[in-house]
């Protein structure tokens, strides 16, 4: 639960940063008449209205962190088609003014909440299973129909195909070659009404944020984060002040998670050592390595978990043991050794072992 929590919890941090960008360039942007007459403003939302959500530009920039630039560039151009062959029939003026204005903050953190939701539950319970003995065309199929059946908004699908990354990354390709692009939401062009505003929400998403750049990313999200928090922090507490009158229940959900979220210490996601997951490794290389063991089926593996952006798409880095160590599963350990090779498989055989403290932070940042 705790687990789930954080990482629901890690997706809305990042979220809320690509969100806040994309409200503040919406607002400018709608200024410029001819920005609107070409349709151009839904692309800098987060994807929660009707369409293929990713056209999304905070989204895209959020998947190049992710999963590079390339990835990212082909959902948008193939998000871009989608809505060209789908285009709906020609409204009245004043209707599309009102279909293209910014969704508030706490609308699209509403919106991204389920998928964050979704994302925890799949990185913990995929953490229990041996996806490598599933067929991998059914993998894929499995993650291209989760795509189209849930149709999340843009950054929710980044989230979610995030957390099916480090276990089953064919599901996640599949993910990302529907949601989108070709899903529920492209299709049926749903129409989304905005919630509102409030005061207390907006108060609580500021402490939430102000409370994870003191910790430094609070080992939920990437310490590079930081610093747009600090300013998506500032900008909450202006909105919190602006609309300290206003009031919808609802959009409380969100920020109450994230504030549940900051103050846990969630245990990283549950690891079964199957694989060496380090690179560019050779025999011969002296390596010191900490991380927490974990007993197989006849060998240890010491495992550290890597974030790149949020929890969300926590990879487990891991090394194989030449040798069996008498320590309780779950210990932390370090570990000075040289590579060796044993049958096709690298291990680390290791000269100096010693137990030490759980770190405070057990992720690692790349």
Known sequence: GRGVLATAAASLFEGTAFILAGVLLQALLSRVPRLRAAGLLPLLGCGCAGGASARSLPAAAATALTFGPAVALARLTAALLVSRLCRPKPERAESRDRAEDAAPLLDQLLSLLPAALLGGVVLHAFGELRIESVHPALQWLAGALLGFG?????????????????????????????????????????????????????????????????????????????????????????????????????????????????????????????????????????????????????????VRYAITCCRTDAAPVAVRLAHLLRFASGSWLSVDGVVVRSGEDLRLEARRTQRIAPPSDPFVYR
């Open 150 to 302: 849930a149709a999340p908004c843009a950054l929710g699908a980044v989230a979610l195909a995030a957390s099916l990354h480090a276990r089953a990354p064919l599901a996640a390709v599949g993910l990302l070659c529907t949601s989108g692009v070709i899903d529920v939401r492209a299709l049926i062009r749903e129409k989304h009404a905005h919630i509102g505003h409030d005061g207390l929400a907006y108060a609580t998403l500021c402490a939430a944020l102000v409370v994870v750049v003191a910790r430094g990313g609070g080992a939920l999200v990437h310490p590079r984060f930081a610093p747009p928090l600090a300013l998506c922090a500032i900008g909450c507490a202006a909105l919190a002040f602006v609309h300290r009158r206003a009031s919808s229940t609802a959009t409380r959900i969100a920020p109450t998670l994230m504030l549940a979220g900051a103050f846990i210490v969630a245990p990283a996601p549950v690891y079964t050592a199957t694989e060496t997951t380090l690179t560019d490794l050779f025999p011969g290389e002296s390596l010191t390595f900490t991380g927490q063991l974990v007993h197989g089926k006849g060998s240890d593996a010491l």
